[in-house]
């Protein structure tokens, strides 16, 4: 019985010919990187000629090179594969994202699977609000300039974030969509600028109290790359 050593997984990210990374020791978005993968033997006999093939349904990681041969792997011991395993994840991939990673384990004993559960650090930007700059409540027939609230969830921060307002359907003319918010750490909040602000006419034939869906998309100088939508409340019931 062999199985991935998950306490030993190894995160190489280093930046050098092969691979690209900030050396943190963790996997964050844009890098390529090595992954060591150590396996342990939970059976009674030696293993040898174990190939271990790592594998990945989820469009953000890319297996660059996903072989490996482990050799003489005791009982209750640990084996290493002969060479690391290197895989590329998507600028634009989210905080805590399952990568999906398997590693498929056979010789002529058998064949054993293990989840490779490695956390992605990431950057994640929800909205925590939209402020009305020229008055309480933005009511149908008017323009309205919005001040966003954006908050970064995730586990890293987040450098040139920008906000582009896009098309949202019949009831919303975008007449200013772009808006930057620089840099936002992981934890924090930070606004929209109000010197320049996202500016929207809201048809007139908008019923009073409707919630009205924004689409955005969330950029930063990272890679991240979203696209989400808020809410915008019309008037009152």
Do not use: C
């Not at 994840?89 to 989210?94: E, I, Q, T």
């Not at 008017?142 to 001040?147: N, Q, T, Y």
Request: aromatic letters at 6%.
């Amino acid at each position: 019985n062999i199985n991935l050593s998950i306490e030993n997984i190894i995160i190489i990210d280093e930046d050098n010919d092969v691979t690209i990374g900030n050396s943190d020791g963790n996997l964050n978005p844009g890098e390529i990187v090595y992954l060591s993968l150590p396996v342990i033997n939970y059976g009674g006999s030696l293993e040898n000629d174990l190939v271990g093939i790592l594998t990945s349904n989820s469009e953000s990681v890319n297996i660059i090179y996903g072989i490996g041969q482990y050799n003489n792997v005791w009982p209750g011991e640990l084996g290493y594969s002969n060479s690391d395993y290197i895989i590329e994840v998507a600028s634009d991939a989210l905080d805590d994202e399952n990568l999906e990673l398997r590693l498929l384990l056979s010789n002529d004993h058998g064949t054993w699977e293990s989840m490779v559960p490695i956390d992605l650090k990431a950057g994640l930007l929800i909205v925590d609000h939209v402020q009305y700059l020229n008055n309480f409540e933005l009511n149908p027939g008017e323009i309205g300039d919005l001040s966003i609230h954006l908050t970064n969830a995730g586990s890293i921060s987040l450098n040139d974030v920008t906000i582009e307002i896009l098309p949202s359907g019949s009831l919303i003319d975008v007449l200013q969509p772009f808006v930057e918010l620089g840099m936002i750490n992981a934890g924090s909040t930070s606004q929209s600028s109000s010197m320049n602000p996202i500016s929207l006419f809201i048809n007139g034939n908008t019923i009073n109290g409707s919630n009205l869906a924004v689409n955005a998309r969330l950029l930063s100088s990272d890679g991240y790359d979203q696209i989400i939508t808020f809410n915008i409340q019309v008037g009152h019931v």
